[in-house]
């Protein structure tokens, strides 16, 4: 997650806080996700980042899981998700982020 995301993010993960806000990755890469989902629930691991050490505690989904799929509209998710749907490995992405946000989501 790039440095301008991160700051964007911490504003308003600082504003809204983790009952107002939810970040839905969209990574073809597990470790990627994982990274990124650690980023904004624990802080920024890499310590390279606006959220290094600052553990935002938000609650994070891949777009692939279910719970982000069932509120997508079907002709939309399709047209937009569902070749990535088709072509990754959807087990170890959503593994991934919600082992993350298990962990460290205060929700």
Do not use: C
């Not at 079907?74 to 047209?79: H, L």
């Amino acid at each position: 997650m790039d440095l301008e995301n991160q700051a964007r993010i911490k504003e308003l993960g600082e504003k809204y806080g983790p009952k107002e806000l939810v970040v839905v990755l969209g990574s073809s890469d597990p470790d990627s996700a994982e990274l990124a989902a650690e980023t904004v629930t624990a802080g920024d691991p890499t310590y390279a980042g606006p959220l290094a050490g600052v553990p935002l505690g938000l609650p994070v989904y891949h777009i692939l899981e279910p719970e982000i799929k069932e509120k997508i509209d079907p002709k939309v998710y399709e047209e937009q998700v569902a070749m990535m749907e088709m072509v990754l490995d959807v087990g170890a992405l959503t593994g991934a982020v919600r082992k993350m946000r298990e962990e460290h989501s205060q929700l």
